[in-house]
């Protein structure tokens, strides 16, 4: 699987951040997304969703992906 890292940096604000997407099986058959998320250089804050398929986990990732994106993460 691939992750998606989006990154957003001002150094005005001083504000270095990530924001990481996963898919990945589980182990009961269903589908997983992983989100991780926090200040560069640091350990994020991560939370795991689960989904009974892998078009629900990837449907929820592109959402995911863009709420980040319209806050300015590349």
């Known amino acids: 699987m691939t ?3 989006l990154t957003r940096i001002d150094a005005t604000q ?3 951040r990530f924001y ?6 589980d182990l009961f058959g269903g589908w997983s997304l992983i989100r991780e998320w926090g200040r560069l250089g640091r350990a994020g804050q991560v939370r795991m969703e ?3 398929t892998r078009g629900t ?3 929820a990732m592109v959402g995911h992906y863009t709420r980040k994106a ?3 993460y590349h």
């Open 3 to 5: 992750a998606i890292v």
């Open 14 to 16: 001083n504000m270095q």
């Open 20 to 25: 990481k997407l996963d898919v990945q099986p």
């Open 50 to 52: 689960n989904y009974p």
């Open 57 to 59: 986990a990837d449907l």
């Open 70 to 72: 319209r806050k300015g």
